[in-house]
């Protein structure tokens, strides 16, 4: 971890070497547990209420007692980044199971583990933001929504680290992840579209794509922009044909593809795709950036 990196567990700001949890937290031994990821700007929480929403509703689903209210963790988020010693940067809020008896069964769980890091992330060189990325399409694929719903954001990504393993293995950034039909679902740790003759595409989040946050911003600005925008089955001959590609996600923010598979896309990156990244930019600075005081 950076130098710069925070710490808070269960309503404390800790240093490093008290940021621990037992080792029998059912969130260590079995994946049980949820987080999200939040991206701050000057000092801000960016779409902070629908993380944490979304963090509600990952617990309710998977039975798991959040023990904070919003307002709580709201607080514990800017007191997290008061300490930071950057502007900018980058949170991971986890709710584990807590600790309990060895077996499955979390009845004797008494007490989630909160925790709160905060630090730098930088997913991809910023080169790499201007070229593009090159992406695999992964043998493994993403779990089945009868398997494992894609809207909870749980702590278990072990079939997601595997394709990123592909990716590393095939000598190219990203991985791109087929549900069980073998249609588009996402990329390891992002939402991916393509654009066709000016149109934008999607998956849908019933073949498998998270609900991101920054994917609702996306969509809400392509129609801003008059963007036409669909979210539509896709398969990976649609990415080999794609005029653009690219990906989003709260730590991936935006970033384009130019090669899928080995084949180079038409546009690296594309118009469309440099609309929204402008796009999303002034919409941070606009929800983030302090207001000048008027004297």
Same mark, same amino acid.
């Given at each position: ?5 925070? &710490? ?14 037992p080792?029998?937290?059912?969130g260590?031994l079995?994946g ?5 990821g ?9 779409r902070l209420?629908a993380?944490?929403q979304r963090?509600?509703?990952?617990c309710?689903?998977?039975r798991?007692?959040?023990p904070?209210?919003?307002?709580q @963790?709201?607080?514990?988020? !800017?007191?997290?980044i008061?300490a930071?010693?950057?502007?900018n940067?980058?949170l991971?809020?986890?709710?584990t199971?807590?600790?309990g ?7 004797g769980c008494?007490?989630? !583990?909160v925790?709160l ?8 060189h910023?080169?790499?933001? !201007? ?11 993403? @779990?089945?929504?009868? %398997?494992?719903?894609?809207?909870i954001?749980?702590?278990n ?5 595997l ?15 087929l549900?069980?039909? %073998? ?7 992002? !939402?991916?579209?393509?654009?066709q003759d ?7 989040l019933?073949?498998?794509?998270l ?14 922009l008059?963007i036409?925008t ?5 398969t990976?001959?649609? @990415?080999?044909?794609?005029?653009? #590609? &690219?990906?989003?996600g ?11 598979? %080995?084949r ?8 469309v &795709?440099?609309? @929204?990244a402008?796009? &999303? ?6 929800? #983030?950036?302090p ?5």
């Amino acid at each position: 971890m950076p130098d710069s990196t925070r &710490f808070w567990i269960n309503g404390q700001l800790r240093p490093e070497r008290e940021a621990v949890i037992p080792v029998t937290d059912h969130g260590l031994l079995y994946g049980d547990g949820v987080f999200e990821g939040i991206r701050f700007y000057h000092r801000h929480p960016f779409r902070l209420a629908a993380h944490l929403q979304r963090l509600a509703n990952s617990c309710q689903a998977i039975r798991l007692g959040l023990p904070y209210t919003q307002a709580q @963790l709201t607080e514990a988020v !800017n007191e997290i980044i008061a300490a930071f010693p950057e502007e900018n940067g980058y949170l991971r809020l986890m709710v584990t199971r807590g600790p309990g008896p060895m077996g499955l069964n979390p009845a004797g769980c008494t007490q989630p !583990n909160v925790i709160l890091i905060a630090t730098r992330l930088e997913m991809v060189h910023p080169e790499l933001r !201007n070229e593009g990325i090159r992406v695999i399409v992964a043998s493994t694929r993403r @779990l089945p929504a009868d %398997g494992l719903d894609p809207r909870i954001k749980s702590l278990n990504y072990l079939n997601h680290i595997l394709a990123r393993m592909e990716a590393t293995q095939a000598g190219v950034e990203e991985a791109i992840l087929l549900n069980s039909q %073998g249609r588009v679902a996402e990329g390891s740790a992002e !939402n991916i579209y393509i654009v066709q003759d000016g149109h934008l595409a999607t998956p849908r989040l019933a073949d498998g794509a998270l609900a991101g946050i920054t994917r609702g911003v996306i969509l809400e600005l392509a129609g801003e922009l008059g963007i036409h925008t669909r979210e539509v089955p896709l398969t990976p001959y649609d @990415l080999y044909t794609a005029d653009e #590609c &690219f990906l989003s996600g709260t730590g991936a923010e935006l970033i384009p593809v130019r090669e899928v598979d %080995g084949r180079a896309l038409r546009n690296r990156p594309g118009p469309v &795709f440099s609309a @929204l990244a402008d796009a &999303f930019q002034e919409q941070v600075e606009k929800e #983030c950036k302090p207001k000048e005081s008027v004297s």
